[in-house]
């Protein structure tokens, strides 16, 4: 079985349609098979409900991703591997923090919450360095 995903537009965003090749290379690359996740385009609001509720942290956040497969002692046919829900109005707004494009944006977030349904993360230096690492080149592979 191959990897699937979808996107879902809770937002009403519409200007994903990149997002399909990004995370088609990404699967790719990272050699992810027989797995399935979503991501979520949505608003402030909804995050910063979502981060309270699940982190604690009463504010909102730019990408949340839910792993559903912590537990490793299960072996499966299918990787259900989780949610990855993006803020639009934060990823607008980071994009023109760091004057770079929306696409660029939404590209490095959705790579950023797959790189966290996987494994990766970024509490410690040596790990900040792999995970932002492999974000940097799939995006410089894709030209964004």
């Given amino acids: 079985m191959n990897t699937e995903y979808e996107i ?3 937002f009403g965003y519409k200007d994903y349609h990149y997002l399909e090749e990004v995370l088609d290379y990404a699967i790719k690359k990272l050699d992810i098979k027989s797995s399935i996740f979503d991501v979520i385009l949505i608003d402030d609001e909804k995050m910063h409900e979502l981060n309270k509720n699940y982190r604690g942290i009463d504010r909102t956040t730019d990408v949340l991703s839910f792993a559903l497969n912590d ?9 259900t591997l989780g949610s990855i829900f993006v803020s639009i109005p934060k990823m607008k707004e980071q994009a023109k923090l ?16 797959l790189l966290h349904l996987l494994g990766y993360d970024h509490m410690n230096k040596d790990d900040e360095v792999v995970m932002f690492g492999l974000q940097k080149e799939i995006l410089d592979e894709l030209g964004i």
């Fill in 8 to 10: 879902i537009d809770e």
């Fill in 71 to 79: 537990n490793k002692h299960i072996e499966t046919v299918i990787n």
């Fill in 98 to 113: 760091y004057e770079h494009s929306e696409k660029r944006e939404l590209s490095f977030l959705t790579i950023h919450g």
